[in-house]
């Protein structure tokens, strides 16, 4: 008689065969899933489907609608885009994964690209696909890891292998072709059923695929040329710093060069704001209001206050506005469909009022303007305002380029500028820094110093600013004037020195481990930066604390 154990499946107890995989589980109980299913949480921890259940285990299964699976299902069509870019046109042929984009990833390669080439390459994805071929992990030396890729003429992967302080790495194996990824993966190609390729030069395209605010199809693609020039912007601007690949940047560090890197890094986006300041100046006789708007975590307090007093250097009187304060009062908050109060949305400002006011300051009026009481929850009018003639309103906000934001004053009156932190750095070809984990180690860090949260209290409240993100932030990111960088090329470094610690101090027994873990994980790629040359108008400043603008 065999060995059994009990097991809850999704909230049902059943008795299984000791020794029995997630993925036999899966198959058994969990036949008709409107999605594949990905991976598993076992007793709170995040397994692969080859996992054996040994023991009494309670069992969730995860697909591509949750953020654990939706991450191993883009590491697994990332590997098979290289795998059968490998089987068409042989090892030297490689490709690049360097940043998302509307919900895509942007790829290049290194061999001219036509639309019947890329074709080629997603109908091998698809046959391997339906083949349903193993992915298997293995563990395996660092130097054997660093010989095998020296063997594939992959260096910038042997140079990442250089900094990795254990004396073995986890690779993954597809067909005879091997890489490393930092985060989890899918057993087998066949659950990758569903992406879409849009070809955009004979440098690159972009990879489409479900994600987990729209899981049951793949978005059609909208090209926004400025995002793209502001990532070529990037790369260009880290090649004048001598850096093309995290390697670059640990080896910087390494040889003690981390300060120069910090000033010339401040001194580049310093100067970009500049050049965004004397634009708009010369166009002060028509814009009279700046909107400011961007994710969590981007910037957007420094950017303003820095905003401020470049526009006083060229003799303006700038005037600032939070949104912030035009909330409506507390017992007006909307609700969502869990009765919560939402604070995200649109509807939770008081746009009469903040439409009224601002017209009347362009009209010469002076007004009283509100300053919302957190605690109390109620707006708080103690704020005269009036406008002269060099003056020019600076309007921050996550609905601030909102088009129902303001409806009554012309378009023409306004300067719309978006902030995101944006990276080109990658740690090596098949391994990008995601826009968003980069923005939640900032917000962890800051809230933990200015709120006395932990991390656990920052990673329970991150899906809903995710969602409002979703929501009412990045449809209006392709409307702007101008999209502006917020991210350093030196940045990660530094946050790891804040962020390890505290992502230490989560039980292993949380439900939050597995995301600590995987930002743990991420960060071991990075050496870290000392912040002694950190300006303190830095933007940095405003996560690490020692800014001129807030403390």
């Not at 690049?96 to 019947?116: A, C, M, P, Q, R």
């Not at 080439?117 to 994805?125: N, P, V």
């Not at 349903?132 to 020296?150: G, L």
């Not at 109060?341 to 362009?362: G, I, T």
């Amino acid at each position: 008689m065999f060995d059994t154990v009990k097991v809850m499946i999704d909230g049902f107890e059943e008795e299984i065969e000791k020794g029995t995989t997630l993925d036999e589980l899966s198959k058994k109980y969990c036949p008709n899933r409107k999605y594949p299913i990905i991976l598993a949480h076992v007793n709170n921890r995040i397994r692969e489907l080859n996992y054996p259940v040994m023991q009494n285990k309670n069992i969730e299964f995860l697909d591509w609608t949750t953020s654990a699976g939706n991450k191993a299902y883009i590491n697994g069509l990332l590997f098979l885009v290289s795998y059968a870019v490998k089987e068409l046109y042989g090892n030297n042929a490689e490709v690049y994964v360097l940043h998302s984009i509307d919900k895509g990833i942007y790829i290049e390669t290194n061999f001219k690209l036509n639309e019947e080439i890329l074709k080629a390459i997603e109908d091998k994805m698809r046959q391997v696909v339906s083949f349903d071929m193993n992915i298997t992990k293995v563990e395996v030396d660092k130097n054997d890891a660093i010989n095998y890729f020296t063997s594939m003429n992959d260096l910038v992967k042997v140079n990442v292998m250089r900094y990795v302080t254990s004396t073995t790495v986890t690779l993954y194996r597809l067909g005879d072709l091997y890489d490393y990824f930092y985060y989890y993966m899918p057993i087998s190609t066949g659950c990758l059923t569903s992406f879409e390729f849009t070809y955009l030069n004979e440098k690159g395209f972009v990879l489409r695929f479900p994600t987990i605010y729209i899981p049951d199809r793949v978005k059609e693609y909208k090209h926004s040329a400025d995002i793209f020039s502001i990532f070529k912007e990037i790369k260009d601007s880290n090649k004048l710093m001598g850096i093309n690949t995290l390697a670059d940047l640990n080896n910087i560090i390494s040889n003690s060069k981390a300060n120069d890197l910090i000033r010339v890094s401040e001194i580049m986006q310093n100067n970009k704001l500049c050049e965004l300041v004397k634009s708009i100046y010369d166009k002060k006789d028509k814009i009279k209001i700046v909107l400011i708007a961007g994710p969590s975590s981007s910037g957007k307090t420094t950017t303003s206050r820095k905003l401020c007093l470049l526009f006083k250097s060229f003799g303006m009187k700038p005037i600032t506005i939070s949104m912030d304060d035009y909330f409506v009062e507390r017992s007006e908050t909307p609700v969502n469909e869990k009765g919560e109060a939402d604070f995200e949305c649109l509807e939770a400002v008081d746009l009469e009022l903040f439409d009224k006011q601002v017209s009347e300051l362009l009209d010469g009026k002076e007004v009283v303007a509100p300053t919302y009481n957190f605690i109390y929850g109620k707006k708080e009018f103690n704020n005269h305002v009036k406008l002269n003639n060099n003056s020019i309103i600076i309007i921050e906000g996550i609905h601030a380029l909102n088009d129902k934001v303001l409806p009554s004053i012309d378009d023409d009156f306004k300067f719309k500028i978006y902030l995101s932190a944006l990276s080109e750095l990658n740690i090596d070809n098949h391994n990008k820094i995601s826009t968003t984990d980069h923005r939640l180690l900032r917000r962890i860090i800051r809230d933990n110093r200015t709120r006395g949260y932990n991390v656990e209290d920052t990673l329970k409240l991150w899906p809903k600013v995710r969602e409002g993100e979703e929501k009412y932030i990045f449809p209006f990111q392709y409307n702007p004037d101008v999209t502006f960088n917020t991210a350093l090329v030196y940045e990660i470094g530094v946050l790891k020195t804040y962020v390890e610690p505290l992502l230490y101090s989560v039980d292993n027994d949380s439900e939050y481990y597995e995301e600590a873990k995987r930002l743990l994980n991420f960060l071991r790629n990075f050496l870290p930066i000392p912040t002694d040359a950190i300006p303190q108008d830095s933007i940095l400043r405003e996560f690490i604390g020692g800014s001129c603008f807030h403390d």
